[in-house]
């Protein structure tokens, strides 16, 4: 894995349903970066992201993350991991679903403070969570996840089904987050947020189509148009591989 590494995957192949859900994929995550793992729906985006973090079960192929093998229990306190759907308990407020986290991990009552400020929760963690906004329990996993300081983020589709202010702050956080030196991974299937991203991963039918930058992929395609530059790569791979 190269040093500037936090995350390396080499041919990996993961199968699901009798059918190829990830093909020999190659990659790198690069440390103190906000990577976007970009596609549409079932390219093997949260599928990618199960595998990095030790859940999904492989046909082939390596995860390194933070130089470990995936799912090693020495990564458990340096990688955080927030699914879509956002594992949090309705009829526990806030404040008691990030302290019954932090107590499991062993972290006092200043912490969960620092995670529920960092996050924006100020003011309404003591509502239960099924009185919150969907945004608002996005952001109770989220500060979950932010307990003891983890060096990796992986966040499946954070921002999906939120209004575009609460897209704004959330990789507004996400930025600030990297700046204080943690390595993110967003998967998303907007194109226009793979413009917020330090680097690209685009994924399509479980395949790696390009590992670039958003002006690296407006460039490569001619268009200033995230959406058109991924229909553009995309009718150029299919016309590659015919």
Not at 9 to 28: N, T
Not at 203 to 225: I, Q, V, Y
Request: charged share 25%; with cysteine; glycine share 12%.
């Amino acid at each position: 894995m190269p040093a500037s590494s936090a995350i390396a995957v080499r041919g990996l192949q993961v199968e699901r349903g009798g059918r190829d859900a990830l093909k020999a994929i190659d990659l790198d995550v690069m440390a103190g970066r906000v990577t976007g793992l970009i596609g549409p729906s079932g390219s093997g985006k949260s599928t990618l992201m199960r595998a990095i973090v030790g859940v999904q079960v492989v046909a082939g192929g390596s995860v390194t993350v933070l130089g470990e093998p995936a799912g090693t229990p020495a990564l458990r306190e340096r990688v955080a991991y927030v699914t879509q759907s956002g594992s949090v308990y309705p009829d526990l407020t806030a404040w008691e679903n990030v302290r019954y986290l932090a107590r499991i991990m062993g972290l006092g009552d200043d912490d969960v403070q620092r995670v529920i400020e960092v996050v924006g929760l100020r003011g309404t963690e003591h509502r239960a969570v099924a009185r919150l906004s969907g945004g608002q329990r996005h952001r109770v996993a989220l500060a979950g996840a932010l307990l003891g300081r983890p060096e990796l983020l992986v966040l499946d589709e954070p921002t999906v089904g939120l209004d575009p202010l609460l897209r704004r702050d959330l990789w507004a956080l996400f930025e600030r987050l990297r700046d204080e030196g943690a390595t993110l991974l967003v998967s998303t299937h907007v194109l226009d947020e793979a413009g917020r991203c330090d680097d690209v991963l685009l994924l399509r039918d479980g395949r790696l189509l390009a590992a670039t930058t958003a002006a690296g992929l407006r460039a490569d395609t001619g268009t200033d148009d995230l959406d058109e530059a991924f229909v553009r790569l995309i009718e150029r791979t299919d016309g590659d591989a015919a």
